[in-house]
């Protein structure tokens, strides 16, 4: 563990998509590289924390000085986070999956030679950011994220009230922005007393700001 500001502080940070079995080869997803949260989680340890990483099946590498926790759906997600309870601060960055299938099986749904599609019934994922932060092991600081692509502001303070948290990093990902998928990212800061952008910068950046920013409230 490095020295810093954040030495003996615990932070949980959520990263990736969750993948919601459709049968044992399909699945739905949301787009999600967890390049973001793995930055996030380097920042914060950068600053002495110690940091589990709680990941869904993402591309990208691994925070090298994280704690990880590997799953797949949003419901092992849930399970996971609540394990790594209690934490200082909490950041969830992860894509989750808003449903998954009723059902799903453990054999390949086979085309029936009619044309007509499978149907499935879909059932909503717990929303792990309300829970955590509504619930009696609620970390000191909570940070959702938002990703908008209009009215970004008014949605992502709205979120905040609805979700519980303390602050929500938001971000303007319409397609003219290049930031779903991209290098870069431009972020408004969302807490109790108003709206703060900050410049685009890189997610390595945007990460370090973040960190920067946790560090400030926590010590
Ligand atoms: O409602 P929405 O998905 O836009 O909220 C985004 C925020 O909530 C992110 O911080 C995301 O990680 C978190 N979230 C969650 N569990 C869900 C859905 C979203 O933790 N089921």
Redesign the pocket.
């Given at each position: 563990l490095r020295d810093g500001p954040l030495r003996g502080k615990r932070i949980l940070v959520?990263s990736g998509p969750t993948h919601e079995p459709i049968d044992p080869v399909r699945y739905i997803a949301n787009r999600s590289s967890g390049a973001q949260g793995t930055a996030i989680a380097e920042a914060l340890s950068a600053l002495g924390a110690e940091v589990v990483f709680v990941t869904g099946p993402a591309d990208t590498p691994r925070p090298i000085s994280a704690e990880v926790v590997e799953v797949e759906t949003?419901r092992q997600m849930a399970a996971a986070v609540d394990a790594a309870l209690p934490c200082d601060a909490a950041v969830?960055?992860?894509?989750?999956a808003?449903w998954h299938v009723v059902g799903a099986g453990s054999s390949k749904i086979k085309k029936d030679g009619t044309g007509a599609p499978p149907g499935f019934e879909l059932a909503e994922?717990?929303?792990?950011?309300?829970t955590v932060s509504r619930g009696d092991k609620r970390p000191r600081l909570v940070v959702?994220?938002?990703?908008e692509t209009d009215d970004v502001i008014a949605h992502a303070t709205a979120?905040r009230k609805r979700?519980g948290c303390d602050w929500i990093v938001a971000n303007d990902v319409s397609p003219a922005t290049g930031i779903m998928g991209g290098t870069q990212n431009a972020a408004i800061l969302i807490t109790a007393e108003g709206a703060d952008p900050w410049l685009r910068m890189s997610k390595a950046e945007t990460a370090a700001t973040l960190a920067a920013r946790m560090a400030e409230a926590l010590t």
């Open positions: 959520t949003a969830f960055c992860a894509a989750v808003d994922n717990p929303d792990i950011l309300a959702g994220f938002a990703a979120k979700k």
